[in-house]
């Protein structure tokens, strides 16, 4: 079991950058694959993030991101400090919402429903 918690939410302008942070307990966190996912008010919760486990130097698929992020989000894993990062740059106000990291233990899977474990979330509010 892991527990996952995040930081580094808050308010911004449009066009400024936020880095979230998820620090994850236990001893098999390279082992997870890892995503952020959002849920803005009224809306249902979407991945924006995924990258795969990377045990041992092996590593399952690349970083996925929907269209939506894409060239702006930068999610990343420091499997020594068991954190996984989103850098989220020229952000929007539709990229208002709360943010959420989650782990899943199985193979790289961007199906929010195989993602196990949640941390309680953090607020990312974009000013425009």
């Known amino acids: 079991q892991v527990q996952l918690v995040e930081s580094g939410g808050g308010l911004v302008q449009a066009g400024g950058s936020l880095r979230l942070s998820c620090a994850a307990s236990g001893r098999t966190f390279s082992t997870y694959t890892m995503g952020w996912f959002r849920q803005a008010p009224g809306k249902e919760r979407e991945l924006v993030a995924a990258?795969?486990?990377?045990?041992?130097?092996?590593?399952?698929?690349?970083?996925y991101y929907p269209d939506s992020v894409k060239g702006r989000f930068t999610i990343s894993r420091d499997n020594a400090k068991n954190t996984v990062y989103l850098q989220m740059n020229s952000l929007k106000p539709e990229d208002t919402a709360v943010y959420y990291c989650?782990?899943?233990?199985?193979?790289?899977?961007?199906?929010?429903?195989?993602?196990?474990?949640w941390g309680q979330g953090t607020q990312v509010t974009v000013s425009s």
């Open positions: 990258i795969g486990r990377s045990d041992g130097g092996r590593s399952d698929a690349s970083p």
């Open positions: 989650a782990a899943a233990s199985s193979i790289f899977t961007t199906t929010r429903e195989r993602y196990a474990y």
